[in-house]
């Protein structure tokens, strides 16, 4: 029987979820696939590295290695690694051009520790059914994909790696590993493939602070006919637009980057044709004085974002495990007044509009308003997008009142 565990995580994640599971209803979960993931750095390694005269290339990022170690748990099964790109990948993890700054000692660490200590994880709030695991200490997202999100990700790779070395703060969410693993029975035949995509965590520091903290989901559309704002609805679940009933106020000087960012983002994706994607926001309160706000507003460095010293200010502890070094945005956005930090990422930016969305918009135009729909072509989609980024995030007082997404109060 399939075993289910129940946990409590931050993000777009449901309270339970079944691991990965093979043909006959037995699991592989984090322990198998940090193996993999392992195995995959150190093939990766033996490969001429980010300091070389030689530059990254074309081929790079369409390559795929079949590493020659198999990987053979406890419960007998065999399993194949396939290596998407792997060299692109560790130039975009390792260098720092690209924001990452990721050692290769450190994230073998990060992946060791998660196979001798395998993380609970949880189903994704959307209706793909996604499974995501944490690594270790949370830093980096473990999720299986569909065979189209791999293309689609092969075939934009070398243009994501530009737009990561042009805008090193770029908000869209950062895939540092793209594996496939298959399980292979007795005769050599494959009875299960899955594709698996490695991420940073957005979420890294909320999801270990022991405090409530707020999750958004949000696209930019008007909510569809019986799906209104339900001003009820303030504990529990990821919120989705049409629970919109606030904004989200940030200094002048952050407000000004932050915008122009998310606008070279989404420009990105509808040069791409990529569509579908939403704003990740997860919201920690401070619970501090006047005082205290003032200070951690202040302190807060408007090109490196908020700092490890006013990060501690609200944790009131120096103890969690954080990443250094990362671009402006990842560790918290202090909001204007210093009483929340905001935690954002732009997230599931690999669906194409094409045949299947085409389709889906086909049938849905009938019953529903181009406003209401997330299967529409990319540019439109990014233009709504930016448009409701700049209405929602706000560095002064609004004079209108938000009801539900602001397509209703006639601002789209």
């Given at each position: 029987?399939?075993?289910?565990?129940?946990?409590?995580?931050?993000?777009?994640?449901?309270?339970?979820?079944?691991?990965?599971?093979?043909?006959?209803?037995?699991?592989?979960?984090?322990?198998?696939?940090?193996?993999?993931?392992i195995n995959s750095a150190k093939a990766s390694q033996q490969q001429p590295g980010v300091n070389t005269d030689r530059p990254l290339s074309t081929e790079d990022c369409r390559v795929e290695v079949v590493l020659d170690?198999?990987?053979t748990p406890a419960s007998g099964s065999q399993f194949r690694i396939t290596d998407y790109s792997p060299r692109a990948f560790r130039y975009f993890r390792e260098d720092p051009r690209f924001g990452n700054n990721i050692s290769g000692e450190d994230w073998i660490k990060e992946w060791e520790e998660t196979k001798s200590k395998p993380q609970s994880g949880a189903l994704g709030s959307g209706k793909s059914g996604a499974t995501f695991i944490p690594s270790a200490n949370s830093?980096?997202?473990?999720?299986?994909?569909?065979?189209?999100?791999?293309?689609?990700?092969?075939d934009t790779l070398k243009q994501y790696l530009v737009h990561f070395e042009r805008f090193p703060n770029s908000l869209i969410m950062r895939h540092l590993n793209l594996l496939k693993i298959e399980e292979v029975n007795q005769n050599g035949s494959v009875v299960?493939?899955?594709?698996?995509?490695?991420?940073?965590?957005?979420?890294?520091?909320?999801?270990?602070?022991?405090?409530?903290?707020?999750?958004?989901?949000?696209?930019?559309?008007?909510?569809?006919?019986?799906?209104?704002?339900?001003p009820s609805r303030t504990v529990g679940g990821t919120k989705k637009d049409k629970d919109l009933l606030r904004d989200f106020r940030v200094s002048s000087s952050m407000h000004k980057g932050?915008?122009?960012?998310?606008?070279?983002?989404?420009?990105?994706?509808?040069?791409?044709?990529?569509?579908?994607?939403?704003?990740?926001?997860?919201?920690?309160?401070?619970?501090?004085?006047?005082?205290?706000?003032?200070?951690?507003?202040?302190?807060?460095d408007e090109n490196l974002g908020l700092t490890r010293e006013a990060l501690d200010t609200f944790l009131k502890s120096g103890s969690i495990a954080m990443r250094e070094n990362v671009q402006r945005y990842h560790n918290g956005v202090v909001s204007s007044d210093g009483t929340e930090v905001?935690?954002?990422?732009?997230?599931?930016?690999?669906?194409?509009?094409?045949?299947?969305?085409?389709?889906?918009?086909?049938?849905?135009?009938?019953?529903?308003?181009?406003?209401?729909?997330?299967?529409?072509?990319?540019?439109?989609?990014?233009?709504?997008?930016?448009?409701?980024?700049?209405?929602?995030?706000?560095?002064?007082p609004r004079k209108t009142t938000i009801v539900g997404a602001p397509n209703q109060v006639g601002v789209m």
């Open positions: 029987s399939k075993a289910t565990v129940s946990v409590l995580y931050c993000g777009r994640m449901a309270c339970c979820f079944s691991l990965f599971y093979d043909a006959s209803g037995l699991t592989w979960g984090a322990e198998l696939i940090a193996s993999a993931i170690d198999k990987l830093y980096y997202l473990i999720k299986n994909i569909d065979k189209k999100e791999v293309g689609v990700q092969i299960l493939t899955k594709y698996i995509l490695v991420s940073e965590n957005i979420n890294d520091v909320p999801s270990k602070l022991k405090i409530p903290i707020e999750c958004w989901d949000l696209k930019g559309r008007i909510p569809k006919p019986g799906k209104l704002p339900h932050l915008i122009d960012q998310l606008e070279k983002d989404t420009e990105y994706l509808k040069s791409h044709n990529l569509m579908d994607y939403s704003l990740l926001l997860c919201i920690v309160k401070t619970n501090l004085s006047l005082e205290q706000r003032k200070k951690l507003v202040s302190s807060t905001f935690f954002m990422g732009v997230i599931d930016a690999l669906t194409n509009y094409h045949g299947a969305k085409k389709l889906a918009n086909c049938c849905k135009q009938f019953a529903f308003f181009e406003s209401q729909l997330s299967t529409i072509p990319a540019e439109p989609y990014g233009d709504r997008f930016f448009k409701f980024m700049t209405f929602i995030f706000r560095h002064k």
